[in-house]
């Protein structure tokens, strides 16, 4: 079955400087690839996915790149702020039947 | 719009009890899901229905059972809880089976004792 590496586990950043966290995967056949963040206490909410056909996709401070020979995919916040600070969770598709194989989660916390 | 809820949000059971986690979505949405999240482990999906009148097994359904009572309802049912089970148990749904957003409930926090 498909098995989602995330690193690291935790990251701390200066405000404004950038964050990036990396995922790898094991099958080849997956082709959707979200990533969500989740707040202290909160529910986890999508920020950003991208499919097999897209090698990159931003939307404002955040992108999110996919390389498909390597099997890894990496999430890049630029210039972050404190709201920022949360869990980040990737997570690849594990058939076209929605269900998803998400990592562990990396802890960013950016300090003022 | 609600969105996705779930009740109750905080439940403490003795080994051996039984309960019922509940979820409703007012999205129309077809596909829902049952999570559980623990420390260090992402999440991790226990069940799902891509449409109503149908379910399956995710990746650790052992010990619970799940109703898709209609194409808002989705139930998760601990027939007789374990320490092991101590957990927050996320709800989630989808507008379509596959590669679709998924929007998560609140969650329930379970500590069985």
């Known amino acids: 079955g498909e098995n989602v590496e995330q690193h690291p586990s935790t990251l701390s950043v200066q405000e404004g400087d950038s964050a990036v966290i990396k995922c790898t995967y094991s099958?080849?056949?997956?082709?959707?690839f979200p990533w969500y963040k989740q707040e202290l206490g909160k529910r986890p909410q999508l920020i950003i996915d991208i499919r097999s056909n897209v090698g990159e996709k931003k939307d404002q401070r955040i992108a999110v790149t996919l390389n498909k020979t390597a099997k890894h995919f990496s999430l890049h916040i630029t210039e972050t702020q404190p709201e920022d600070s949360a869990v980040y969770f990737c997570?690849?598709?594990?058939?076209?039947?929605?269900?998803?194989?998400f990592g562990a989660g990396t802890q960013v916390v950016v300090t003022p | 719009n609600a969105g996705v809820t779930q009740t109750p949000k905080f439940q403490v059971l003795k080994t051996g009890q039984s309960m019922t986690l509940q979820c409703a979505q007012d999205m129309n949405h077809n596909s829902m899901y049952w999570y559980r999240q623990d420390p260090g482990m992402g999440l991790r999906l226990i069940y799902y229905s891509a449409s109503e009148g149908t379910t399956d097994k995710g990746e650790v359904p052992n010990g619970y059972n799940v109703s898709r009572l209609n194409k808002r309802e989705f139930s998760l049912r601990l027939e007789s809880a374990a320490p092991s089970q101590t957990s927050v148990y996320f709800c989630?749904?989808?507008?379509?089976?596959?590669?679709?957003?998924?929007?998560f409930g609140p969650g329930t926090r379970l500590l069985v004792l």
């Open positions: 997570a690849a598709s594990v058939d076209s039947w929605g269900k998803l194989q």
């Open positions: 099958d080849s056949a997956s082709n959707y």
């Open positions: 989630a749904s989808s507008e379509l089976q596959g590669e679709e957003t998924q929007y």
